[in-house]
């Protein structure tokens, strides 16, 4: 208990800023703003935002900002404006979608430009076009054609916004435009940036950016970091690392005297459809409960209900303790000290990571078959331990997947083998999905180490108890190659400084040789 208690005190030991990441008495500059909630997407051409949704947005959003930044005017937010000069002290950029379709691009352009006429005291700039160049969905002629005409027509500053380096490749976009808008994403960058250089590494790009450029002024369209989400190298997403680095751009933009979009002012859970868990946890607001993350004069942890996953861990602990009592006290038997030795080890190896894992499930569960499959594995792993150490204090050893689902001809059956059987092979088939998730589309995967661990140890320990003689069998033997393979792989592809990686790896490999290792013959009592 002790152990379980000193790593969750360790988990969430608050940090402490230089500066508030947001404070209402020192207002952030701009922030970008969708109105998007639960089920609502812009991805359906359906969806329409009610103005009193946007209101309610914008009111609260008034109070750590002066500022927003728009994509579009589809879904209700052609709204916006007319919604900002109601609540008052919000100015608006503007932005128009640009894409592949001609006609819908004339269609956004007019309407931002009669907006803007409408509007002159509220859109106080026009962002013709997002990263419109990086999809490769216009040519850098037709989108210059477009910025002129806006331009020609209103009498607010004109920009364009992309990636930096896209700004580079097209420098010609630089004589179209009243300012340059460029996005730097150190977590996104090529060769992602750690969070504690991320701010540095923002303001590098920032004067590389006004060397190439000079004369005209560089707003940073949107900088940030994600809460939740996947490591990419060194990269770690998390409450703790995105209010560093929001706090720090923050404190050099003051500082060196440079504007700032911060991306974003509500998390967004229709993004993972496209980018995975860390495209939906942008956000300096919670999307459920619309709560600022990080309110001012609070402590700032990775896991803010930490005495709960430490309680349910513990508990979870003290559980397969008694499950492994009960079973000698119902049959008489002397147990060897490394079944116990293998019991405490299960146990205590779930009671850390159970919190660990109901974090990780509740965050990166997105649809029904997220949660089913998110929620399978971590009943995997609060299983495995339990009926694993009564398995071990019995000298049971682990049964193959012939002894689920092969003839039953020849063989004893009991309720202790049917259970573990189907967990384990729930987490072979869920370890091999995700190990070859990684190898064939690893950019938005999550990766699952904390119930994998939970379920994989105790199988592991359980091996001690396996039979010495019998054929290895096939269907083992496949997972264990699977795994090992994929394993080899992703160490490779994601880098020594992704310890996500290289622990969910690690497992991956444990679980390979403890498959490798069994025998189909085996002993049921």
Same mark, same amino acid.
């Given at each position: ?6 790593? $969750? ?58 500022? =927003?930044?728009? *994509? ?13 000069? @109601? #609540? ?7 932005? &128009? ?6 006609? @819908? ?16 005291? =509220? ?34 500053? #004109? ?44 303001? /590098?790009?920032?004067?590389? +950016? ?20 996947? +490591? ?13 680095? #929001?706090?720090? =751009? ?20 229709? @993004? ?9 946890? $942008?956000?300096? *607001?919670?999307?459920?409960? !619309? ?13 803010? *209900? ?6 349910? %861990? ?5 559980? #397969? ?33 159970? %919190?660990?894992? &109901?974090?990780? +499930? ?23 331990? =339990? ?22 001809? %020849?063989? @004893? ?17 869920? /370890?091999?999905?995700?190990?070859? %998730?990684?190898?064939?589309?690893? !950019?938005?995967?999550?990766?699952? *180490? ?18 010495? &003689?019998?054929? !290895? ?25 992704? $310890? ?15 498959? $490798?290792?069994? !025998? ?6």
């Amino acid at each position: 208990m002790g152990a379980i208690a000193a790593v $969750w005190w360790w988990l969430a030991t608050p940090i402490t800023l230089a500066r508030a990441p947001i404070d209402p008495a020192d207002k952030v500059q701009c922030v970008s703003y969708a109105p998007f909630r639960g089920e609502q997407t812009p991805l359906e051409s359906w969806t329409h935002i009610e103005a009193d949704q946007i209101e309610q947005d914008l009111r609260q959003l008034g109070q750590i900002t002066d500022c =927003i930044r728009t *994509y579009s005017m589809e879904n209700g937010l052609d709204q916006v404006p007319a919604v900002a000069a @109601k #609540v008052g002290g919000l100015k608006v950029l503007q932005g &128009i979608w640009l894409s592949s379709n001609r006609t @819908k691009n004339f269609e956004q352009a007019a309407l931002a430009v009669r907006l803007t006429k409408e509007f002159p005291d =509220i859109i106080s700039a026009v962002i013709v076009g997002n990263e419109v160049l990086l999809r490769g969905e216009m040519t850098t002629a037709d989108l210059i054609s477009i910025i002129r005409s806006v331009k020609a027509q209103v009498s607010v500053p #004109v920009t364009y916004a992309d990636v930096w380096e896209y700004w580079l490749k097209n420098r010609e976009v630089y004589d179209a435009v009243d300012f340059v808008t460029i996005h730097i994403l150190p977590y996104w960058e090529d060769f992602p940036v750690r969070a504690k250089f991320a701010a540095a590494h923002v303001g /590098a790009i920032r004067e590389r +950016m006004a060397v190439a450029f000079p004369g005209k002024e560089i707003l940073i369209g949107e900088t940030g970091w994600p809460s939740e989400g996947r +490591m990419r190298d060194g990269a770690l997403p998390s409450r703790t690392n995105q209010a560093r680095v #929001v706090s720090e =751009i923050l404190s050099l933009a003051k500082t060196q005297k440079f504007r700032v979009n911060l991306i974003e002012s509500y998390d967004q859970p229709w @993004k993972r459809k496209l980018e995975g868990t860390v495209g939906g946890y $942008w956000g300096l *607001y919670d999307s459920v409960r !619309r709560n600022l993350k990080y309110p001012p004069g609070q402590p700032i942890s990775n896991f803010p *209900y930490w005495k709960w996953y430490m309680g349910a %861990g513990m508990g979870l602990s003290v559980l #397969v303790f008694a499950v492994a009592m009960i079973t000698l006290r119902r049959r008489p038997w002397t147990p060897r000290f490394s079944a116990w030795l293998g019991v405490g080890i299960s146990a205590t190896t779930a009671g850390i990571l159970l %919190g660990i894992g &109901i974090d990780k +499930m509740y965050y990166e569960s997105y649809g029904i078959g997220g949660w089913l499959l998110w929620g399978a594995l971590l009943l995997a792993g609060i299983l495995s331990p =339990i009926f694993c150490a009564q398995a071990m204090v019995i000298g049971r050893s682990l049964p193959t997947f012939l002894d689920l689902l092969g003839p039953r001809e %020849g063989r @004893k059956w009991s309720k202790l083998t049917a259970v573990l059987g189907l967990t384990l092979a729930v987490t072979a088939v869920i /370890a091999a999905q995700t190990a070859l %998730g990684f190898v064939f589309d690893p !950019r938005y995967k999550d990766f699952p *180490y904390a119930a994998l661990t939970m379920a994989v140890v105790p199988f592991a320990l359980l091996m001690l108890n396996r039979p010495q &003689i019998g054929q !290895r069998p096939i269907a083992e033997a496949v997972f264990a190659g699977v795994l090992t393979l994929s394993a080899a792989y992703v160490l490779v592809n994601e880098g020594r400084d992704n $310890w996500q990686s290289l622990w969910t790896c690690a497992i991956y490999l444990l679980f390979a040789l403890t498959l $490798w290792r069994a !025998r189909a013959e085996q002993t049921q009592e």
